[in-house]
């Protein structure tokens, strides 16, 4: 099972960015696949999954209503579409793996590498 994050940068105050995750090695469709982030000085934070076997999501409520996220099975790919961006989600984001629906990190055995995502004017 491999994971691959892509897709930060630099954005100000109230932009968009997307985050794609892309999978291989493995039948995505099978799995749950998180989006967690880790600011400087503080713990990793599980922000939105999605369940590939039955299309079910969640967000954290710091991002609800904010962050999107979804696949494209062609691709074996998850994105998180993150906008109304704010200084606070500035942070190493990271997609992972697990047969379990949930925003814990300790249930993800399969983590891909960072990207980093820094808003600010």
């Known amino acids: 099972v491999q994971l691959q994050a892509f897709g930060g940068g630099l954005v100000q105050p109230g932009g968009s960015l997307r985050l794609s995750c892309e999978g291989s090695?493995?039948?995505?469709?099978?799995?749950?696949i998180g989006w967690f982030r880790q600011a400087p000085g503080k713990e990793r934070e599980g922000v939105s999954y999605?369940?590939?076997?039955?299309?079910?999501?969640d967000y954290a409520a710091s991002v609800k209503g904010r962050f999107t996220i979804s696949r494209d099975n062609a691709k074996n790919t998850v994105y998180l579409q993150m906008n109304s961006l704010k200084p606070e989600d500035t942070a190493v984001y990271y997609c992972?793996?697990?047969?379990?629906?949930?925003?814990?990190?300790?249930?993800?055995?399969?983590w891909g590498q960072g990207t980093l995502v820094t808003v600010s004017s």
């Open positions: 090695g493995f039948d995505m469709d099978y799995y749950v």
């Open positions: 999605l369940s590939n076997s039955d299309g079910s999501t």
């Open positions: 992972a793996g697990s047969l379990l629906s949930t925003l814990s990190s300790a249930d993800y055995p399969y």
